[in-house]
Protein backbone atom coordinates (compact mmCIF):
# COMPACT_ATOMS: atom_id res chain seq x y z
CA UNK A 1 0.00 0.00 0.00
CA UNK A 2 3.16 2.45 0.93
CA UNK A 3 4.63 1.66 -2.33
CA UNK A 4 1.49 2.41 -4.44
CA UNK A 5 1.01 5.41 -2.70
CA UNK A 6 4.31 6.75 -3.59
CA UNK A 7 4.38 5.82 -7.17
CA UNK A 8 1.09 7.88 -7.28
CA UNK A 9 2.98 10.72 -5.65
CA UNK A 10 5.89 10.04 -7.79
CA UNK A 11 3.50 10.47 -11.21
CA UNK A 12 1.76 13.14 -10.02
CA UNK A 13 5.19 15.44 -9.25
CA UNK A 14 5.91 14.66 -12.73
CA UNK A 15 4.37 17.30 -14.37
CA UNK A 16 5.46 20.06 -12.31
CA UNK A 17 8.85 18.63 -12.75
CA UNK A 18 8.96 18.34 -16.32
CA UNK A 19 7.50 22.20 -16.28
CA UNK A 20 10.28 22.96 -14.30
CA UNK A 21 12.96 21.39 -16.57
CA UNK A 22 10.54 22.91 -19.55
CA UNK A 23 10.94 26.58 -17.83
CA UNK A 24 15.10 25.99 -17.99
CA UNK A 25 15.09 25.02 -21.48
CA UNK A 26 12.66 28.29 -22.34
CA UNK A 27 14.56 30.34 -20.53
CA UNK A 28 18.11 29.61 -22.43
CA UNK A 29 16.40 30.20 -25.52
CA UNK A 30 14.78 33.21 -24.93
CA UNK A 31 18.61 34.22 -23.14
CA UNK A 32 20.21 33.46 -26.68
CA UNK A 33 17.25 35.35 -28.76
CA UNK A 34 17.87 38.50 -26.99
CA UNK A 35 21.63 38.16 -26.80
CA UNK A 36 21.78 38.01 -23.54
CA UNK A 37 25.37 36.12 -22.47
CA UNK A 38 25.16 35.80 -18.85
CA UNK A 39 21.70 34.90 -18.43
CA UNK A 40 21.94 31.90 -21.35
CA UNK A 41 25.58 30.37 -19.86
CA UNK A 42 23.32 30.46 -16.52
CA UNK A 43 20.94 27.83 -17.76
CA UNK A 44 24.11 25.72 -18.11
CA UNK A 45 26.08 23.34 -15.96
CA UNK A 46 29.59 24.39 -15.38
CA UNK A 47 31.04 20.97 -16.92
CA UNK A 48 28.42 21.31 -19.71
CA UNK A 49 28.71 20.75 -23.53
CA UNK A 50 27.14 21.97 -26.74
CA UNK A 51 27.28 19.76 -29.58
CA UNK A 52 26.54 22.16 -32.40
CA UNK A 53 25.29 21.07 -36.45
CA UNK A 54 28.95 20.82 -37.27
CA UNK A 55 30.87 17.52 -37.10
CA UNK A 56 33.67 19.49 -35.26
CA UNK A 57 31.19 21.65 -32.62
CA UNK A 58 31.54 19.44 -29.68
CA UNK A 59 32.07 22.71 -27.11
CA UNK A 60 33.20 22.82 -23.13
CA UNK A 61 31.06 25.44 -21.82
CA UNK A 62 34.02 27.51 -21.79
CA UNK A 63 34.94 26.81 -25.23
CA UNK A 64 31.33 27.92 -26.20
CA UNK A 65 31.33 30.84 -24.47
CA UNK A 66 34.24 32.04 -26.33
CA UNK A 67 32.93 31.00 -29.11
CA UNK A 68 29.02 32.79 -28.19
CA UNK A 69 30.36 35.62 -26.14
CA UNK A 70 31.40 38.16 -29.07
CA UNK A 71 28.00 37.68 -30.75
CA UNK A 72 26.40 38.46 -28.02
CA UNK A 73 28.43 41.15 -27.22
CA UNK A 74 27.08 42.77 -30.34
CA UNK A 75 24.09 42.31 -29.97
CA UNK A 76 23.33 39.16 -31.97
CA UNK A 77 22.04 36.43 -31.21
CA UNK A 78 19.93 33.32 -32.05
CA UNK A 79 16.19 32.54 -32.13
CA UNK A 80 15.04 29.36 -31.87
CA UNK A 81 11.85 28.83 -31.24
CA UNK A 82 10.40 25.85 -29.56
CA UNK A 83 7.51 23.59 -31.88
CA UNK A 84 6.80 20.90 -29.60
CA UNK A 85 9.16 18.88 -26.86
CA UNK A 86 8.96 15.69 -25.07
CA UNK A 87 10.75 15.92 -21.20
CA UNK A 88 11.65 12.74 -19.55
CA UNK A 89 12.46 12.48 -16.12
CA UNK A 90 15.04 9.68 -15.55
CA UNK A 91 13.00 6.92 -13.22
CA UNK A 92 15.45 6.96 -10.50
CA UNK A 93 14.74 7.98 -6.99
CA UNK A 94 16.64 11.22 -6.98
CA UNK A 95 14.50 12.23 -10.09
CA UNK A 96 17.37 14.55 -10.57
CA UNK A 97 18.27 14.11 -14.14
CA UNK A 98 16.29 14.37 -17.46
CA UNK A 99 16.78 14.25 -21.17
CA UNK A 100 14.38 16.02 -23.73
CA UNK A 101 14.12 16.65 -27.38
CA UNK A 102 12.47 19.45 -29.27
CA UNK A 103 11.86 20.79 -32.49
CA UNK A 104 12.50 24.08 -33.17
CA UNK A 105 11.64 26.59 -35.84
CA UNK A 106 14.64 29.42 -36.85
CA UNK A 107 13.92 32.02 -39.38
CA UNK A 108 17.43 30.53 -41.04
CA UNK A 109 17.55 26.99 -41.24
CA UNK A 110 13.61 26.48 -40.76
CA UNK A 111 12.83 23.21 -38.57
CA UNK A 112 15.74 21.90 -36.35
CA UNK A 113 16.26 19.85 -33.43
CA UNK A 114 17.60 19.84 -30.11
CA UNK A 115 17.98 17.33 -27.86
CA UNK A 116 20.50 16.83 -24.49
CA UNK A 117 20.24 16.01 -20.73
CA UNK A 118 19.78 18.22 -18.06
CA UNK A 119 20.78 17.79 -13.79
CA UNK A 120 19.05 19.08 -10.91
CA UNK A 121 21.30 21.17 -8.49
CA UNK A 122 21.46 23.31 -6.02
CA UNK A 123 20.44 25.77 -8.15
CA UNK A 124 17.52 24.07 -10.06
CA UNK A 125 17.59 22.14 -13.67
CA UNK A 126 20.90 22.92 -15.67
CA UNK A 127 21.36 22.15 -18.98
CA UNK A 128 24.39 19.18 -19.09
CA UNK A 129 24.59 18.13 -22.77
CA UNK A 130 22.61 19.95 -25.79
CA UNK A 131 22.96 19.18 -28.88
CA UNK A 132 21.86 20.64 -31.96
CA UNK A 133 20.45 19.60 -35.79
CA UNK A 134 18.99 19.97 -38.67
CA UNK A 135 16.03 18.06 -39.51
CA UNK A 136 16.60 16.78 -42.97
CA UNK A 137 13.59 14.75 -45.05
CA UNK A 138 14.49 11.88 -45.62
CA UNK A 139 13.90 12.22 -49.24
CA UNK A 140 16.39 15.32 -49.02
CA UNK A 141 19.12 13.17 -47.46
CA UNK A 142 21.24 11.78 -50.65
CA UNK A 143 21.49 15.52 -51.77
CA UNK A 144 22.24 16.68 -48.66
CA UNK A 145 25.40 14.13 -48.25
CA UNK A 146 26.30 14.23 -51.29
CA UNK A 147 26.50 17.99 -51.09
CA UNK A 148 29.04 17.41 -48.01
CA UNK A 149 31.12 14.93 -49.73
CA UNK A 150 31.81 17.24 -52.82
CA UNK A 151 33.47 19.57 -50.38
Request: aromatic residues 12%; proline residues 5%; charged residues 25%.
Amino acid sequence: MITAALMMLQLSAAPAETASVERTLDAMHAAASVADGETYFATFTPDARFIGTDAGERWTLPEFRTYAMPYFSQGKGWTYRPVTRTVTIAPIDCRCVAWFDEVLDNDAYGTTRGSGVLRLTEDGWKIEQYVLSFAVPNDKARAVVDAIKAD
